[in-house]
């Protein structure tokens, strides 16, 4: 069981922050990248791995902090991305992404409990590790272009939010991240 986190004291959950009723995902409301600030469309629409370009900002200094993992009912969001019906249940895992101690990006995956098999299987087992460490090195991986929104207004200081669904051997999973403006400290 992890140590419960300011996030999840206050009441506001990161899918709350990264997943609103109503998202600027659609497409009515998407911003398009040339709208953008140069260094927040590097990072947002970067393919690579996040874990690999924040360890380079500050090498050592990077660490994954596990804020909660559960089995529960995926976000309208999440259902629709992973296209799952209503009785579907998902692995949720939070972790927030630090150089030192600054928090820089807060992040939620949700994976389908069918996707858990296999090289899946894996995910339950990564700890303080990052998702990113596992899944960059995997030769099915596969992954749907990226989409960028802001964010609501929160006490975090996220700002920007990405997300985009992966395919591990042909099973999907989804990952949304939000970025703190701290990150302009280090870049």
């Known amino acids: 069981m992890t140590t419960p986190s300011p996030v999840m004291r206050t009441g506001t959950g990161l899918a709350r922050i990264l997943q609103p009723a109503a998202p600027g995902w659609s497409g009515r409301n998407r911003i398009p990248a040339c709208r953008l600030p140069p260094l927040w469309r ?7 791995s996040l874990t690999a370009r924040l360890s380079q900002l500050q090498p050592g200094a990077f660490h994954v902090q596990v804020l ?45 409990m069918n996707s858990l098999n296999g090289a899946g299987r894996r995910l339950l087992t990564l700890g303080n590790r990052s998702l990113g460490s596992y899944l960059f090195h995997q030769p099915s991986l596969r992954r749907t272009p990226l989409q960028v929104s802001r964010c609501n207004d929160n006490h975090l200081g996220l700002q920007w939010a990405r997300r985009s669904v992966f395919t591990l051997q042909g099973r999907p999973l989804l990952v949304s991240e939000a970025f703190s403006a701290r990150l302009t400290e280090f870049v």
């Open 68 to 112: 909660r993992q559960f089995c529960g009912r995926p976000t309208p969001l999440e259902r629709e991305s992973l296209q799952l019906w209503n009785q579907q249940s998902v692995w949720v895992r939070e972790v927030v992404l630090c150089l030192a101690d600054v928090p820089l990006v807060y992040a939620r995956t949700a994976v389908p």
């Open 42 to 48: 590097d990072w947002l629409f970067a393919r690579g």
